[in-house]
């Protein structure tokens, strides 16, 4: 939690991934535009010195999901499996955000 507040993010850039052609030479969906120190306006992901931000890490316990594996050729069970991973993580991305205080500096 935190790592996102290093850069601003102005735009997403899909129209600039089309637009340049990155979309259909390379599959890239989007192009983001940033605001970073010291070149101003860039490309995400363009080496600049980041924003002061506390960033919290918390590891979680392994999670179990209880699946033979062959349960993997099964889109649904899946499906599930993803849902499952994702809204345990999500949950506690939620718990470490509502314990921030200030933006920037945590």
Request: charged share 25%.
């Amino acid at each position: 939690m935190g790592a996102h507040e290093t850069f601003l993010v102005l735009n997403d850039g899909r129209w600039l991934a089309k637009l340049s052609g990155l979309e259909r030479l390379m599959r890239v969906k989007t192009v983001p535009l940033a605001l970073s120190f010291p070149f101003g306006l860039t490309l995400a992901g363009v080496p600049s010195i980041p924003l002061p931000s506390k960033i919290k890490m918390k590891v979680l316990p392994p999670i179990e999901l209880h699946e033979k594996r062959t349960a993997a050729e099964d889109p649904r069970v899946v499906e599930r499996c993803f849902e499952h991973v994702r809204a345990t993580m999500q949950r506690e991305l939620d718990a470490l955000a509502a314990g921030r205080k200030r933006l920037l500096l945590g």
